[in-house]
């Protein structure tokens, strides 16, 4: 069965950092394109950052450009984000995301999803 | 950049069929062959009801069916129950970047 489970959130002070993982089980990581999406509070959902299976493939939204970095490390079965520079509208849900398709190059549609993780950027 | 327009709400009574559209606003539609819609509910993992437009993932209710109609692409819930009361989002992929709709929030009367 396929397993998401992410970790690393906290509460953490503008400009900051902080890194975020996602354990996976049940797949073989190497073989899926992985991506961060996330919900702000009240708000909707904002895909983050996509990486690709073998990791030498990466795309993030323009809101994080620059600040967050997105990795993995298949032989542990472990996805990244890791983000710096955090600012106030980073406060949100981050869940972790597999795409269906085996070997797909790009993000979505995705058919398993993690519970998410609470990342708070607050003086 | 491409941008999806939902609509805030839809509501409907048990038993009835509603729609929640999802409209491209960009002339960048080639890639809106790859729609798909999530359900959420508060507090738990995003669910996929549809991809690629129609396709229903096994397990999901036959109830949920999808459709496209030029840059608009719609979720349909037909014989509407308690448990589809719910957050929906769609969302598509363009050139570089996954975009999600704004998300309806679906009220069973």
């Known amino acids: 069965e396929v397993h998401l489970l992410e970790s690393g959130g906290d509460l953490v002070q503008p400009g900051g950092s902080l890194r975020l993982s996602c354990a996976a089980s049940g797949f073989t990581l190497s073989n899926y394109y992985m991506s961060w999406v996330r919900q702000p509070p009240g708000k909707g959902l904002e895909w983050v950052s996509g990486i690709s299976g073998s990791g030498d493939g990466t795309s993030h939204a323009d809101s994080v450009k620059g600040r967050f970095t997105v990795s993995r490390e298949n032989s542990k079965n472990t996805l990244y984000l890791h983000m710096s520079s955090l600012r106030a509208e980073d406060t949100a849900v981050y869940f972790c995301?597999?795409?269906?398709?085996?070997?797909?190059?790009?993000?979505?549609?995705?058919?398993?999803w993690g519970q998410g993780v609470l990342v708070t950027v607050s003086s | 950049q491409s941008a999806l327009t939902q609509p805030a709400s839809v509501s409907g009574s048990p038993g009835q069929a509603i729609t929640i559209s999802c409209t491209a606003t960009s002339s960048d539609v080639e890639g809106y062959n790859y729609v798909s819609w999530y359900q959420l509910h508060p507090g738990k993992a995003p669910k996929l009801m549809i991809y690629d437009v129609i396709v229903r993932p096994s397990g999901v209710s036959g109830r949920f069916s999808g459709s496209r109609s030029g840059s608009t692409a719609s979720l349909t819930i037909s014989g509407l129950q308690p448990e589809d009361e719910a957050d929906y989002y769609c969302s598509s992929y363009f050139t570089g970047t996954l975009v999600f709709g704004g998300g309806t929030k679906v009220t069973v009367l």
């Open positions: 995301a597999k795409t269906k398709w085996e070997r797909h190059s790009a993000p979505g549609p995705f058919d398993y």
